[in-house]
């Protein structure tokens, strides 16, 4: 039989949302963090520079979906809890390619819950009564919502509508199986979409930013009436951190910012903070640069998350208010030029190129004021 040590084993901590994770996990706890990351193109190592030189930090590149690697990694830290955000995410390359999605997203995650039941079952009863799996999830595996329904709980029926989606939906069955059928000690949450530091500019906030800034073509998709719950990562962060210490195995727990927008609002509230934070003597207001474009294929029309259960069962809410929490985000984006070039790979821009460039062609321009 082994003991635990006073370690976790974070998946995707090179991610926007992963990293974000580990670096207020080591503000905060004292165990030591061991992190997995493939290093994708959204996946970035940078993020943690303030921290790879702590010894309380380990980074691993490698790929979650072999197996005999993680395996590995378990027996030889031997750590209290695996958090698991490595994931493919982003919709639209869910559409154009599905096959890295099912990879990562299900592949991916059955081979992390096989080996954590290898490995959990040859601890001793503390380590077992001790350990944690917690498999960090979205809202979109609950499909969208009419404008009057009311907000996704932890018992929506699933209905997922992309590539994506699906993918996390089937990540999150096999997670409740592993629980229900072996007792392996899963937690799972499901989040509203993210926003923050270190997100990878091909989603919404950090695109809009960057292209006003640079007065290039501001993309929104459809009538831009499309509604989003919005979720500052470092609440999201705080939130993972509280379900991970205090949830009980087995449960589900909905995370969301309360903050509901339509993206054109997003992205007009987006186009003045750069007008105010970076203004520009005789130029138009960024708003004339926003772009219709034609829809995505099965684009939701709204998301909306009823957190209450996470409030009422672990005091947990976010404590950033969307306007306060855009505002940081617009900051940090303006002044980290250097993280922002070096992310900007040849790979990137032909992806925004493919994504966007037909679409903006069959569109009408502008919103005025």
């Known amino acids: 039989m082994s003991t635990i040590n006073d370690t976790i084993l974070v998946t ?21 963090v061991v992190n997995l990351d493939l290093l994708t193109y959204a996946g970035n190592a940078a993020n943690l520079a303030s921290v790879e030189a702590d010894p309380h930090y380990t980074f691993v590149h490698g790929d979650i979906c072999y197996a005999e690697l993680v395996g590995s990694l378990l027996r030889e830290h031997r750590p209290r809890a695996i958090v698991h955000f490595a ?16 990879r990562t997203n299900v592949m991916g995650t059955f081979t992390l819950l096989e080996q ?10 503390s380590g077992r009564t001790g350990f944690r799996f917690l498999h960090v999830s979205t809202d979109e595996v609950y499909g969208t919502l009419g404008p009057d329904d009311p907000a996704f709980s932890e018992t929506t029926a699933y209905a997922p509508n992309s590539p994506y989606a699906a993918s996390k939906a089937g990540s999150d069955h096999l997670a409740r199986a592993y629980f229900h059928t072996f007792g392996l000690p899963v937690l799972t949450t499901n989040c509203s979409n993210n926003y923050g530091p270190f ?44 379900v991970l210490e205090s949830g009980r195995p087995g ?20 186009c003045d903070l750069v007008d105010e934070m970076r203004p520009e003597a005789g130029a138009a207001a960024r708003r004339e640069l926003i772009t219709y474009v034609q829809d995505r294929p099965g684009h939701d029309r709204r998301y909306a998350i009823d957190a209450g259960k ?8 976010p404590a950033e208010r969307f306007e306060s929490g855009l505002r940081k985000t617009v900051r940090w984006y303006l002044e980290n030029s250097e993280w922002i070039d070096g992310v900007r790979t040849g790979a990137y821009r032909e992806w925004l190129t493919e994504n966007y460039g037909e679409r903006r062609n069959a569109g009408t321009k502008g919103l005025g004021t």
């Open 12 to 32: 995707g901590g090179a991610g926007f949302i992963g990293s974000n994770f580990v670096l207020t996990w080591m503000k905060a706890n004292s165990a030591a």
């Open 116 to 125: 954590a039941r290898t490995y959990w079952s040859e601890l001793d009863e």
């Open 251 to 270: 449960e589900t727990y909905n995370v969301g910012g309360n903050s509901e927008r339509a993206n054109i609002d997003v992205v007009t509230a987006i």
């Open 87 to 102: 994931a493919e995410s982003h919709v639209d390359r869910s559409i154009v390619s599905p096959e890295a999605f099912i």
């Open 199 to 242: 997100q990878f500019p091909e989603k919404l906030i950090p695109l809009m930013i960057l292209n006003a800034l640079e007065g290039k073509p501001l993309p929104v998709y459809g009538d831009g009436k499309n509604v989003r719950d919005w979720l500052f990562v470092e609440d999201h962060c705080a939130a993972v951190r509280r």
């Open 310 to 317: 996470i409030t009422h069962e672990l005091n947990w809410k």
